[in-house]
């Protein structure tokens, strides 16, 4: 199966699998991040958007919001869900803007798709171009020392179609810069049940890389991976918010 068919090919099902996510958490934690730290500017980008979940509650919040994504199919689902915002197919390591933009968004560990070190400072250094001058950049991510390959995420979903239950984790070999999202999702329909399994090559990096790559750019403040409050990261954090402002 190619890289990422299984992504490509399921779009229709991708709300499901991502139906135990609070977007409108997540997306009000970043609104704040931004009141503190950013400009204050209301146009937002939302890099690899998916459906548009992320950028809806943008939109709702009264942001001027536009988001790009590999993947055409899921696009069009996300100019129905916010017919008011601007998609486009462009690569995150290699987009380009009209004009720069107040905040950048890249939410669900979503940095990690840009596969290499390489691609990783390239989109980096294409997301500090876009922003406006004390713009912000928030985004999630997960060091790759702190992975345990044991563990796994999963969820059970009712649909017209079936019963879904999908399961994901990450996956680390301990060496190198490559780490893998393995995705397993499972439909039930009746006495059938179909199986699909697929693994998607990321970018594996520690959180020194990461601020290392970004410090040229930016000033980083890391923070514990929590949408309900603003907090330092602890040391054993394996999971972790960046919220980098341009200077």
Not at 34 to 41: A, K
Not at 184 to 193: N, Q, S, V
Not at 220 to 242: C, M, R, T, W
């Amino acid at each position: 199966m190619p890289v990422n068919a299984l992504y490509t090919d399921l779009s229709d099902y991708y709300d499901l699998m991502c139906a135990d996510i609070d977007y409108r958490a997540q997306s009000h934690a970043v609104q704040r991040l931004h009141q503190l730290f950013g400009n204050g500017g209301m146009s937002h980008l939302d890099l690899a958007c998916g459906t548009g979940p992320h950028v809806r509650h943008f939109l709702d919040a009264g942001f001027k919001s536009a988001g790009l994504d590999i993947n055409q199919p899921m696009l069009d689902k996300a100019a129905i869900r916010c017919p008011e915002a601007h998609f486009a197919v462009q690569d995150m390591c290699d987009f380009r803007v009209s004009e720069p933009v107040d905040l950048i968004t890249c939410f669900l560990y979503s940095l990690h798709y840009s596969a290499t070190t390489e691609r990783l400072a390239a989109c980096i250094a294409h997301v500090h171009r876009a922003l406006q001058p004390g713009g912000l950049f928030c985004f999630n991510a997960v060091d790759r020392a702190r992975i345990d390959n044991r563990l796994f995420a999963a969820h059970t979903v009712d649909a017209d179609d079936g019963r879904f239950t999908f399961s994901s984790g990450w996956h680390y070999s301990g060496a190198g810069e490559r780490q893998s999202l393995r995705l397993r999702i499972e439909k039930t329909t009746g006495d059938e049940t179909l199986i699909w399994n697929d693994e998607h090559p990321m970018v594996a990096v520690s959180f020194a890389e990461l601020e290392a790559l970004l410090q040229p750019y930016f000033e980083v403040h890391v923070l514990a991976h929590d949408y309900q409050k603003i907090l330092p990261i602890s040391e054993s954090a394996g999971n972790a918010l960046f919220v980098c402002v341009k200077g």
